[in-house]
């Protein structure tokens, strides 16, 4: 049954890719941005054929909740490490980093670093704790000692919020890539990435996600690698050349490699950094993962792994980046009108994908552009994964039917909640095709650094937290981001065509993230309730199995 359903699905998929193919003319002629690229979708088509091989393969392995949810603890840290990447490293990772880098030079490479942050974060203060208290989602350890049903309820809805955010962005981010890249229809790509995203959960679960994120993170490796290998030998691999070089002819001149803009602005720098270090901690998808392997040690493992595959990763964007100022950034041929310094073909975006053609032929852009999707897709499928979990396991097993629900139940809603969330990433991405989409990534990582974090990590460390406190925490949290985001300049001004931001700062974790802190805090320790005193005394029960992984899930035996 679900061979020929996947088999149908697959069938569907290429005649919607023939129909692509028909509908291009008329996308070339709306965008006037690039033609219709062979090479890009021949080998994009193999990775969905890989990609539906894995899920056919998948869906024999994906009988219990514990399967769909988290493989069933049975990932390895090597390989949950590559996944983490993989979820992590997004489109915007490799295009809007490396624009950034060749626009403004280290300022992009500080940025860089507040993504980084993170990691050991998550490493040293949170991985172990979370795989020996989580079952499926991070809601299981803030409700650990809690009332399930109203903390679950703040945890969920968070979640759904950062979920959908994210989620918008890259759907909106793949409509306009696929224009760019692979002169198709933003509209089929939307379809596109939303049907192969259903398959992949519905059908193969947290095992055909891991692997399609495993693939994607190999490919954007590969693809990275080769181009900045390729550019950077231009340059004898000297470091010292390249930056020499570029700085003669970049119009920042000997600025290129001194912190510029971003740190203009000490306010807004700080309260980015924290969103970025703190969002990339209470990220549900990105949470979700620790799930997956067999024990805490293995957890401690992946974080190593995807934090080495980060890092590189980053240091091969900053070499493409400096490599484009003088291959791309001197050739006539990547700006329109052949006019130096002018408007670049197809966007500031297209940055990397010039530097591969350049360096590489179309061949190697073909590739890229192919990572490009892949890298969405991976990433989409992570957050529908994510996005379902938390309203099948919190809100309708633990919250509706109180933990009376059966696995075949729940995993029927975690399907159903997966259509669900397709259907409607597909509907957001069409509603928000002409809007600046840069706000909602904001709002993303600023809900998760100010609703989740700050709930999450009190509730693993502090045993003075309570159901209100943690109540108060998370929903001030999600509030406040989100009203500062909407009140700044990114919504209230670009979005909303008022005159003035209300809110003078266009990142809100510096402000939002204090307001969740000392509320969850203060309303704590002003709880006196039976209650409350319970779920003080129960800490010890938690420390206990936090630090020894005692009575935590175990994995599965395939």
Not at 28 to 49: P, R, S, Y
Not at 64 to 81: L, R
Not at 407 to 415: A, D
Not at 534 to 543: G, H, L, P, R, S
Request: hydrophobic share 55%.
């Amino acid at each position: 049954m679900k061979a020929t359903v996947i088999s149908r699905l697959a069938a569907g998929l290429f005649s919607m890719s023939v129909a692509a193919s028909a509908v291009a003319g008329d996308a070339i002629a709306q965008t006037e941005k690039q033609g219709l690229n062979l090479h890009a979708i021949g080998m994009f088509f193999i990775f969905v054929m890989l990609t539906l091989g894995i899920t056919y393969w998948a869906a024999s392995r994906t009988k219990s909740t514990a399967d769909f949810y988290t493989a069933g603890g049975g990932i390895t840290g090597w390989q949950n490490g590559l996944a983490i990447a993989g979820d992590y490293m997004s489109a915007a990772t490799l295009l809007g980093l490396t624009a950034m880098m060749y626009t403004q030079g280290v300022d992009a490479y500080i940025y860089m670093i507040a993504f980084f942050v993170g990691w050991p974060i998550i490493l040293f203060l949170m991985a172990e704790r979370l795989r020996n208290l989580g079952k499926f989602t991070f809601a299981d350890i803030t409700a650990y000692r809690l009332d399930q049903g109203k903390v679950r309820t703040m945890a969920a809805v968070s979640s759904l919020t950062v979920v959908c955010f994210y989620l918008v962005a890259q759907m909106v981010g793949a409509g306009q890539l696929i224009k760019l890249l692979f002169g198709l229809d933003y509209n089929i790509a939307l379809f596109v990435v939303g049907a192969l995203m259903m398959v992949y959960v519905t059908f193969g679960g947290m095992v055909a996600t891991t692997w399609v994120q495993i693939i994607k993170a190999c490919m954007l490796l590969i693809g990275g690698t080769t181009v900045m290998l390729l550019a950077f030998s231009q340059f004898g691999f000297s470091f010292d050349e390249l930056t020499t070089r570029a700085m003669e002819v970049h119009k920042l001149g000997g600025k290129l490699l001194s912190p510029g803009s971003l740190l203009a602005d000490p306010v807004t720098a700080i309260s980015l950094g924290l969103g970025l270090m703190f969002g990339t901690a209470g990220l549900p998808h990105i949470l979700m993962r620790f799930f997956t392997v067999t024990d805490a040690k293995e957890a401690r493992k992946s974080v190593l792994y995807a934090s080495g595959i980060v890092a590189y990763f980053f240091n091969v964007i900053a070499i493409m980046g400096l490599c484009a100022i003088l291959i791309v950034g001197t050739n006539p041929e990547f700006f329109e009108g052949g006019q130096l310094g002018g408007k670049v073909i197809g966007g500031g975006n297209m940055i990397a994908m010039h530097l591969a053609k350049a360096v590489g032929g179309n061949l190697l852009l073909g590739f890229l552009s192919a990572v490009a999707f892949a890298t969405i897709l991976a990433v989409v499928a992570g957050l529908a994964l994510a996005g379902a979990s938390a309203i099948s396991h919190d809100i309708y097993a633990r919250v509706i039917m109180k933990g009376k629900a059966s696995e075949k139940t729940e995993l029927k809603v975690s399907k159903f909640a997966t259509i669900g969330l397709g259907i409607v990433a597909i509907l957001l991405g069409m509603a928000f095709e002409k809007m600046n989409i840069a706000f909602m990534v904001a709002l993303a990582f600023g809900v998760a650094a100010s609703a989740n974090f700050p709930v999450l990590i009190l509730s693993m460390y502090w045993r003075g937290l309570t159901t209100r406190g943690a109540l108060w925490g998370g929903y001030s949290g999600l509030f406040s981001a989100v009203t500062f985001v909407v009140l700044s300049k990114s919504v209230w001004v670009d979005v909303l065509h008022n005159a003035a931001a209300i809110f003078p700062y266009t990142q809100p974790a510096l402000f939002s993230m204090p307001i969740a802190f000392f509320l969850a805090i203060v309303v704590s320790k002003m709880d006196s309730s039976v209650a409350a005193q319970k779920e003080i005394e129960a800490f010890e029960d938690q420390y206990v199995r936090a630090q020894t992984g005692v009575g935590a899930a175990t994995a599965s035996s395939h």
